[in-house]
T-cell receptor, first 112, second 117 residues
Framework: QKEVEQDPGPLSVPEGAIVSLNCTYS??????FMWYRQYSRKGPELLMY????GNKEDGRFTAQVDKSSKYISLFIRDSQPSDSATYLC????????????FGTGTRLQVTL | GAVVSQHPSWVICKSGTSVKIECRSL??????MFWYRQFPKQSLMLMAT?????????EQGVEKDKFLINHASLTLSTLTVTSAHPEDSSFYIC?????????????FGPGTRLTVL
């Protein structure tokens, strides 16, 4: 079993829709949770990170962590064609020696 | 936000030659740098972790004699693919981490696409 599971998609939604992207993880030591966006042939870009359980909002993006169920989500409101990309969830435990553990990424396509 | 650059952005080389890829953190000092490779439609695979002035720590299955990593300073790391072969063709991405207490935000470079003929 992978430490972080993520549906690879692709996920296709019309412009303006609310998008829900999800990951599950198995290691309860994970404390920080990140969402990266990666456009084709580019490096990942950090969108948001959260610590422990709870919600965090930044513009049209909301990250949500539920540590009791080991479930992390990213919601995108009013989705735009420019949101079309691969979204990678990632987790890390505490300590500077720790490494990111990535999900496989979900490809999102927002259509006009 | 923090910026990480990579050079070159793409390179084509003949089989048997060596290729060096540079990774720089432009506006911050990185305590740790990471090298990943990514195949089409797949997630990032960590190759190695390096701290400035120390030998890199390679992930299982990654040949350290083939993928040479030099972390010369807090802003520069290089990856040299030695005696490259077509199976080494991939997208190589570096990442730099800023340490802040128990958590270090990790920023990624734009990637280098290597094609070995």
């Amino acid at each position: 079993q992978k430490e972080v599971e993520q549906d690879p998609g692709p996920l296709s939604v019309p412009e303006g829709a609310i998008v829900s992207l999800n990951c599950t993880y198995s290691n309860s030591a994970f404390q920080y949770f990140m969402w990266y966006r990666q456009y084709s042939r580019k490096g990942p870009e950090l969108l948001m990170y959260t610590y422990s359980s709870g919600n965090k909002e930044d513009g049209r993006f909301t990250a949500q962590v539920d540590k009791s169920s080991k479930y992390i989500s990213l919601f995108i409101r009013d989705s735009q064609p420019s949101d079309s990309a691969t979204y990678l969830c990632a987790t890390v435990s505490t300590g500077t020696a720790s490494k990111l553990t990535f999900g496989t990424g979900t490809r999102l396509q927002v259509t006009l | 936000g923090a910026v990480v650059s990579q050079h070159p952005s793409w390179v084509i080389c003949k089989s048997g030659t060596s290729v060096k890829i540079e990774c720089r953190s432009l506006d911050f000092q990185a305590t740790t740098m990471f090298w990943y490779r990514q195949f089409p439609k797949q997630s990032l695979m960590l190759m190695a972790t390096s701290n400035e002035g120390s030998k890199a720590t390679y992930e299982q299955g990654v040949e350290k004699d083939k993928f040479l990593i030099n972390h010369a300073s807090l802003t520069l790391s290089t990856l040299t693919v030695t005696s490259a072969h077509p199976e080494d063709s991939s997208f190589y991405i570096c990442s730099a981490r800023v340490a802040a207490g128990g958590f270090g935000t990790q920023y990624f470079g734009p990637g280098t696409r290597l094609t070995v003929l």
